[in-house]
């Protein structure tokens, strides 16, 4: 079993406009995928869960788009708090909370507050998020602390990302059948295993990651080393 899941939950969009529907409601069918696979992981025992829920890039949609998606996080959030806290599941964001909007703030900091003592899983939301733009902030912080070159290591720059402290992502999932990371994860995905399903995001149930689960345990992860070294 993976120790840490990371989605990229693609394809809201065309699953609304194959419907005939606007974009919003196959953002609000997403909710109710992401609601599923949450549960399912906690289920599973996965012990950190990531979801891509908005890029930097995605700024520069349209603002009753950008509005939309944010009052369903808050709408969500809310209505999630208990079950979260039910669930001993710990929450976090990847992304800097303080560029967005005021009632997401506020409720993203009120939901990270009361779950900080969780501890069955952690859900990370990759919020106002940029994988560039991570490991740029991570060398800032490092220069602002003064840090001499030779004390410039992998462990020191990883421990200045958004998920310091977290496991690298086993497994990234993305869906609708789109073959790149759009910024995601850039430094954490040196070596996860990826899985390309096709399902759009609204479609993608619990019994769609059980296959993908299924699928990712036959993987033999080789980390550079011989096939006879990973035997041994
Ligand atoms: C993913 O679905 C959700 C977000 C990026 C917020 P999209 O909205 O990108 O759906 P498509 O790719 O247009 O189908
Ligand atoms: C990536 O999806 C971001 C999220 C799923 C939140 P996009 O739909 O924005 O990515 P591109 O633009 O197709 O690469
Ligand atoms: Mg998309």
Redesign the pocket.
Known sequence: MPRHVAV???GNGRWATMRGLPRSEGHRAGVESARGIVTRCRELGIEHLTL????K??WGRPADEIKFLFDLLVRFLTKELDTLLAQSIRFKVLGELDELPLAARTVLSRVIAKTAHCEAMTLNL?LNYSGREEILRACRRLAAKGLASEAVTEEALAAELYTAGQPDPDLIIRTSG?M?L?G?LLWQSAYSEFAFPETLWPDFTPACLDAILADYCNRTRRFGLTGEQIQA
């Open positions: 990229i939950m693609d891509y829920t908005f890029s890039e995605n990759a789109e790149r759009s995601y």
